[in-house]
Nanobody, 121 residues
Framework: QVQLVESGGGLVQPGGSLRVSCAVS????????MGWYRQAPGKQRDLVAA???????NYDDSVKGRFTISTDNAKNWVYLEMNSLKPEDTGVYYC???????????????WGQGTQVTVSS
């Protein structure tokens, strides 16, 4: 059973910083990507940042230069460091891991329950 648990959300003023964390537990044979998605009220869930198996990163244009995704060496944690936050960054942030539980298992997406980030004065 793979489990993802986010933490670190909260209320922050515009221009402030926040780091959200995701604890990854359970057995995953092979991880393809680890990432963070954001869902604003009334909108779809969109990719914010992703880290691939080869170490390359991918950011949505709206967060480039402000957000940084990282993991620990064991890939038990995924972090999203958010700086210069704007009101439009408000939303529920979901952790995502895409991988296979075994060599023959299909590629699957695993999700956390989300953590709320609100940027407001």
């Amino acid at each position: 059973q793979v489990q993802l648990v986010e933490s670190g959300g909260g209320l922050v003023q515009p221009g402030g910083s926040l780091r959200v964390s995701c604890a990854v537990s359970g057995s995953i044979y092979s991880i393809r990507t680890m990432g963070w998605y954001r869902q604003a009220p009334g909108k779809q869930r969109d990719l914010v940042a992703a880290l691939t198996r080869d170490g390359s990163t991918n950011y949505d244009d709206s967060v480039k230069g402000r957000f940084t995704i990282s993991t620990d060496n064991a890939k038990n944690w995924v972090y999203l460091e958010m700086n210069s936050l704007k009101p439009e960054d408000t939303g529920v942030y979901y952790c995502n891991v895409q991988g296979r539980r075994t060599t023959w298992a299909p590629l699957s997406d695993y999700w956390g329950q989300g953590t709320q980030v609100t940027v407001s004065s």
